[in-house]
């Protein structure tokens, strides 16, 4: 069988070429690094890359989630606990209530104390981050907590309050204070009226109430703010601020805070030389108004608890991606960090085949036709 010159140099050639393909892509995976550096490399291992890719970028936003998650936690925490210890902090400044009732400079203080400890709870309440007040539900642009006084007082069966100012206030916020039925909202806000009024779901009822009786108002939700710390596992971040200070009907118990430190500070507000002035009466509703606040106090707690769990929830999330993004991460360097070494040695057999190839190429072309026949 002949071979011709032609077949030869075209042969030749087409190793030449193949040789200088690979030597290219071991200089490129010893420039780059890497071992895949476009998929023909590789098609079976780009899948894989990629598919790793995903995953650790998945991994990084939900450490992100349960970072922002965290630094909630830790100021709601606070907050919470700050509640928790003005509630607390009642029972020893309040004793004696038969004592306090009776000196009327002692009466002034407890009702300045009561009075300070609820701004302090309407302000923890009304705790936000960049805007964003932690205890609104998902109505959390705006505070949730507000207060105003009836001005012109209450009459048992009605639903028409004089407010003297609606700032802040908004129809179908939550509605608490002495002689207001759990639920109650505001169905009308009347600005224009001469003095500003609300109209409410409920009626008061109870009997007639004082001027200047002290309502609250939560104008948030309650519903979850929920973040993604698994794909597909959603966990809520917040805590209502309405199941913390004027639960109706909550999961951690049924005291509305706010409204139990109204009533007992209306009743030290009682004038002792009213002919109607029943001083039993009195003792008793605060005792009843202190006993309830001691529930609220395990209603903190008990909130308080819930957030905690969440926490240890988030944190063994954290760890979870923590470990599976350290493991993703040694597959690549695995898989996809090029040995610098090994392919400088693998080059340079490259180019001495090459060398090779060319030296041989050269012999062959140099002979004739006559070196065939």
């Not at 032609?6 to 995976?29: F, G, H, P």
């Not at 909630?72 to 009732?101: C, E, N, Q, R, Y």
């Not at 400079?105 to 007040?133: F, P, W």
């Amino acid at each position: 069988m002949r071979v011709t010159q032609n077949i030869s140099a075209e042969n030749s050639l087409y190793y030449l070429q193949k040789t200088m393909a690979r030597m290219d892509s071991t200089q490129e995976k010893i420039a780059s690094g890497v071992n895949v550096n476009r998929p023909s490399d590789d098609p079976v291992m780009t899948q894989l890359l990629l598919t790793i890719n995903d995953n650790l970028s998945s991994a990084d936003q939900f450490k992100s989630n349960i970072s922002r998650s965290q630094t909630w936690f830790g100021i709601a925490d606070a907050a919470m606990s700050a509640m928790t210890k003005s509630i607390s902090d009642l029972s020893s400044k309040i004793s004696s209530v038969g004592d306090l009732i009776s000196d009327e400079q002692e009466r002034k203080n407890a009702i300045s104390y009561l009075t300070a400890t609820k701004k302090t709870l309407l302000d923890m309440g009304n705790t936000d981050i960049g805007g964003v007040y932690m205890f609104a539900g998902t109505k959390n642009q705006t505070p949730p907590f507000q207060q105003a006084t009836a001005i012109n007082g209450m009459t048992d069966g009605s639903t028409l309050i004089d407010v003297g100012s609606v700032d802040g206030l908004a129809e179908g916020m939550e509605v608490s204070g002495p002689g207001i039925q759990p639920g109650t909202k505001i169905t009308v806000l009347d600005s224009l009226s001469n003095p500003p009024s609300i109209t409410i779901s409920k009626p008061v009822t109870g009997g007639n109430y004082p001027k200047n009786t002290p309502l609250s108002f939560y104008g948030g939700n309650a519903e979850d703010v929920n973040v993604e710390i698994i794909k597909g596992n959603t966990e809520a971040v917040n805590i209502p601020g309405n199941h913390l200070l004027a639960s109706q009907d909550g999961p951690y118990g049924k005291v509305n805070i706010l409204g139990t430190l109204d009533r007992i500070i209306m009743e030290l507000e009682k004038d002792p030389a009213d002919p109607l002035y029943n001083k039993e009466q009195v003792i008793q509703n605060i005792y009843s108004g202190m006993k309830d606040l001691t529930k609220g106090t395990q209603q903190l707690i008990g909130a308080t608890v819930e957030l905690q769990a969440r926490q240890v929830r988030f944190d063994a999330a954290n760890t979870m991606h923590d470990t599976i993004s350290n493991m993703y991460k040694r597959v690549l360097s695995t898989q996809q960090t090029a040995d610098v070494t090994k392919q400088a040695v693998f080059l340079n057999q490259q180019q001495t085949a090459y060398q090779a190839t060319l030296s041989s190429t050269a012999k062959i072309m140099s002979m004739s036709l006559l070196d065939y026949m």
